[in-house]
């Protein structure tokens, strides 16, 4: 019923910069909080950031000033600005949208395909 897809990953340097974006589509009535997570090697799935239908945002203290959230809500679409990126960054990420079906009356979560992130000179 809902598929999200991920693009923008990739091996950048470090100090350099990235960007993702993840696309829902489906029988889709309403997305609220969409968010990024990502996920190292040997290491529990984190949040990275999360952004409110109304466009508030939170961040993990690790990417705060070089990482931007931000969203489309005409194209469903969360978008990841990733700067001054470092080898600690190196990771699967992963979106997060709770959306709300047309013909459903609660929302439910969803997880896109995960992208590799890596940070390496």
């Known amino acids: 019923q809902v598929q999200l897809v991920e693009s923008g990953g990739g091996l950048v340097q470090p100090g350099g910069s990235l960007g993702l974006s993840c696309a829902a589509s489906?029988?889709?009535?309403?997305?609220?909080?969409m968010a990024w997570y990502r996920q190292a090697a040997e290491k529990q799935r984190e949040l990275v950031a999360s952004?409110?239908?109304?466009?508030?945002?939170n961040y993990a203290d690790s990417v705060k000033g070089r990482f931007t959230i931000s969203r489309d809500n005409t194209k469903n679409t969360v978008y990841l600005q990733m700067n001054s990126l470092e080898p600690a960054d190196t990771a699967v990420y992963y979106c997060?949208?709770?959306?709300?079906?047309?013909?459903?009356?609660?929302?439910?979560?969803?997880w896109g395909q995960g992208t590799q992130v890596t940070v390496s000179s």
């Open positions: 952004i409110t239908r109304t466009g508030n945002t």
């Open positions: 489906g029988n889709i009535l309403m997305i609220y909080d």
């Open positions: 997060n949208h709770k959306i709300l079906l047309r013909g459903s009356i609660r929302q439910n979560e969803y």
